[in-house]
T-cell receptor, first 114, second 110 residues
Framework: ETGVTQSPTHLIKTRGQQVTLRCSSQ?????VSWYQQALGQGPQFIFQ???????GRGNFPPRFSGLQFPNYSSELNVNALELDDSALYLC?????????????FGEGSRLTVL | TQLLEQSPQFLSIQEGENLTVYCNSS?????LQWYRQEPGEGPVLLVT?????EVKKLKRLTFQFGDARKDSSLHITAAQTGDTGLYLC??????????FGQGTTLQVKP
């Protein structure tokens, strides 16, 4: 176990709705990264948070937004859901100072948009 | 944009066979990582290679980093059904973020 927990594990939404996914990072880790993973594909970087500030963003539209809290836990919010948003959303925690970029992943939140 | 390309994308073999998965890029990476992901779970780090030409072994798994630090390979000897999963290579891009290849799905049949 990595110590990274995500909730909920599964959820179903309809097109146009909004969703919030939550992540608790591993103890001592100050950085949280979010990834979107389609079935059988590699994870795609959404954004990263460090000390409650966004610290880099991938090629995702503004309707994907996030927060990091003082305890380093994080939320991913997606507005105006589209069918293509159906995927596994992975949260990973790390220490920003580790330049090799090693990440510790949670088990993910499986989002289905109907 | 730095990209990591893995091959093959899908591999189905019998238990006991050997296999090699490749991860290639046109860009230099300061380090590369290999992760393994099982269905319903997040990726789990297997190894990080840092030095060009480096070889690391993890039981039946052998990882190699290319001399020019643009490519890496994962070789599994005598595959077992428990090796089944999605294998991902990843590297830190020039913005400092970890990017992944598209993955290799390995199926080991008994």
């Amino acid at each position: 176990e990595t110590g990274v927990t995500q909730s909920p594990t599964h959820l179903i939404k309809t097109r146009g709705q909004q969703v919030t996914l939550r992540c608790s990072s591993q103890s001592g880790h100050n950085t949280v990264s979010w990834y979107q993973q389609a079935l059988g594909q590699g994870p795609q970087f959404i954004f990263q948070y460090y000390r409650e500030e966004e610290n880099g963003r991938g090629n995702f539209p503004p309707r994907f937004s996030g927060l990091q809290f003082p305890n380093y836990s994080s939320e991913l919010n997606v507005n105006a859901l589209e069918l293509d948003d159906s995927a596994l959303y992975l949260c990973a925690s790390s220490l920003l100072a580790v330049t090799t970029g090693e990440l510790f992943f949670g088990e993910g939140s499986r989002l289905t948009v109907l | 944009t730095q990209l990591l390309e893995q091959s093959p994308q899908f591999l189905s073999i019998q238990e006991g066979e050997n296999l090699t998965v490749y991860c290639n890029s046109s860009s230099v990476f300061s380090s590369l990582q290999w992760y393994r992901q099982e269905p319903g779970e997040g990726p789990v780090l297997l190894v990080t290679v840092v030095t060009g030409g480096e070889v690391k072994k993890l039981k039946r798994l052998t990882f190699q980093f290319g001399d020019a630090r643009k490519d890496s390979s994962l070789h599994i000897t005598a595959a077992q059904t428990g090796d089944t999963g999605l294998y991902l290579c990843a590297g830190v891009d020039n913005t400092g973020k970890l990017i992944f290849g598209q993955g290799t799905t390995l199926q080991v049949k008994p």
